[in-house]
């Protein structure tokens, strides 16, 4: 059993359908092994299909609707991917909004896969180093951000990871970090 090193962190977990199920689920069961109480965020109530690379797979139940949340209602933020999940959510003004609110106030925000999308979207990639989905590495750089071929990245508030095989080291980098921002430290890696 793991410590419950994060006992009472809100962690907005931002998704839509199509996102890539073993990255909501997985660091998802991680954060509320560790105490953490997560929320998933949609734009619409209900549930929200995963898929798994390209074939349906579970529905999550959608606790909260993206026009509904403040920032101030939570201390961190999980972007999992899925191309298709990520694609609608970065032309999202209510998810853009509430990552630009959440990374202004230096709260953690964990990406993975195709998550950077959304924070390039809210114009946030600049001078940021992080990694994501090898096809992604462009927008990523055209955003003026610093992208690396790497299993898990700490950049300052944030930490990336590329892919459903990186979760293990993703999950526990999560962890770390969350709890971090908890004390109000923060690392740059």
């Keep these: 059993m793991p410590e419950k090193n994060l006992d009472g962190i809100r962690v907005a977990i931002i998704a839509t ?13 991680a954060l509320d092994e560790a105490g953490a109480i997560t929320k998933v965020i949609a734009p619409e109530a209900g549930s929200i ?4 690379h390209d074939v349906k797979g579970e529905k999550v139940h959608v606790d909260m609707v993206l026009d509904d949340v403040k920032p101030q ?37 964990a990406i993975i896969c195709h998550g950077p999308w959304l924070l390039v979207s809210a114009g946030l990639g600049k001078g940021r180093r992080l990694t ?16 690396e071929d790497r299993e898990v990245i ?19 980098e999560i962890i ?14």
């Design 132 to 147: 994501s989905y090898h096809t992604i590495q462009d927008d990523i750089r055209n955003a003026g951000g610093i992208w």
């Design 73 to 109: 209602d939570f201390d961190a933020v999980l972007l999992p991917g899925g191309a298709l999940n990520a694609d609608a959510l970065r032309v999202n003004k209510s998810a853009q909004k509430l990552v630009r609110a959440i990374d202004q106030e230096g709260k953690p925000i």
């Design 49 to 52: 299909q995963g898929v798994k």
């Design 17 to 29: 359908n199509f996102f890539e199920q073993s990255e909501l689920i997985d660091p998802r069961k």
């Design 176 to 189: 770390n970090l969350f709890a971090e921002g908890r004390s109000g430290a923060r690392k740059i890696a």
């Design 154 to 172: 700490r950049d300052g508030n944030w930490v990336s990871s590329r892919q459903p095989s990186d979760i293990p080291a993703f999950n526990r």
